[in-house]
């Protein structure tokens, strides 16, 4: 696929404030954060609590976008923690309605055994716009570490800290969790990334895009070279492949450029250097997911499941592995 030069700055000379005004501007509202996301969000969740955790204010906007957070009533010192976020990236639908599904349908059973949050939205005027980027052209799920650090002599672009990332991770620590079990951030990988996003970022950042990615046609998951939890990993892809398909991984034997370490798994360096919200706590099982929308082997049902199978997957791996107190996912 070949892609025009991307229509607002000047090739090879990376954006001034004044072309990410211009970006800014240029946006659409496509979908409303307050009927797709809150109302469901701040309807009676038996067992839960929503709490408003901050705003995120754009400039091109007299209102601020409310943050909320989907905790658990029961919460107590004694029990583990998970943490599941969605939306960081907003135009990735199924993280911020998997995460929804997963409150509605699922996590009043796991509460029993586990300490719950879920923060559906991270990123809502992303939602809204269907953008990767925050309003200020920054990318919010490479600003949880915004100083960052080469690893293994390759970096990610950690990116400016943003609203988004300095909010939730000023509620994640006033709330005082001095270790947590699990985190799941939810994810999509679109055709998209192609499309707008990476020549987006090559104009912004006055760069030659590269050659397209191969967009994996499936799910898969993102592991921590540095703690990689292999059969964890393995047990939430099983529960997935019940609802839709696996991504086979590229001729190379790679899946979007990365080492595959198992079916449906690749491994990059420690995320909390990359910036990634994957790495925002010091969780022992930790992943990003990745559902493949635009596939035409997949319904935005099937990839919304998709998400909550793999936390169900995940979180009876470590009900069985640790010994706790059982709460069946079929009960």
């Not at 901050?54 to 091109?60: A, C, D, M």
């Not at 979007?256 to 010091?282: A, Y």
Request: proline share 7%; charged share 25%; net charge negative.
């Amino acid at each position: 696929m070949t892609v025009a030069a991307y229509p607002i700055g000047t090739p090879g000379v990376p954006w001034s404030p004044k072309e990410k005004t211009e970006w800014l501007e240029s946006r659409k509202i496509h979908r409303s954060y307050q009927e797709e996301v809150l109302t469901k969000l701040l309807t009676d969740i038996k067992g839960f609590t929503t709490q408003e955790y901050g705003t995120l204010t754009v400039e091109n906007r007299d209102d601020g976008y409310p943050l909320y957070v989907s905790k658990s009533i029961n919460w107590e010192a004694s029990k583990p923690s998970i943490l599941v976020t969605g939306g960081v990236h907003g135009y990735e639908t199924s993280g911020v309605q998997g995460a929804i599904q997963f409150i509605k349908t699922k996590a009043l059973q796991y509460s029993q055994t586990f300490n719950v949050l879920v923060v559906p939205c991270v990123s809502p005027w992303g939602y809204e716009c269907i953008e990767r980027w925050n309003s200020k052209a920054v990318d919010p799920n490479r600003s949880f570490n915004p100083n960052g650090e080469v690893v293994e002599g390759r970096s990610f672009n950690p990116e400016p800290a943003t609203q988004e990332s300095m909010a939730l991770i000023g509620y994640l620590n006033d709330l005082g969790v001095k270790q947590w079990m699990c985190h799941f951030d939810l994810h999509e990988t679109t055709d998209t990334d192609n499309t707008e996003f990476r020549p987006s970022k090559a104009a912004r950042d006055g760069k030659k895009m590269n050659e397209d990615e191969t967009i994996p046609d499936g799910f898969y998951l993102v592991s921590d070279k540095t703690n990689p939890q292999t059969e964890w990993h393995k047990a939430m892809i099983d529960s997935v492949r019940k609802v839709t398909h696996i991504a086979p991984a590229d001729p190379d034997g790679t899946l979007i450029g990365e080492e595959v370490s198992q079916e449906g798994v690749i491994v990059i360096p420690k995320p909390s250097s990359l910036g990634l919200c994957m790495g925002v706590t010091n969780a022992e099982y930790a992943t990003t997911t990745e559902v493949y929308p635009d596939s035409p082997k997949a319904t935005p049902e099937q990839c919304n499941d998709a998400q909550v199978a793999c936390i169900v997957g995940g979180l009876d791996f470590v009900i069985q592995e640790r010994n706790l107190q059982s709460c069946s996912s079929t009960e």
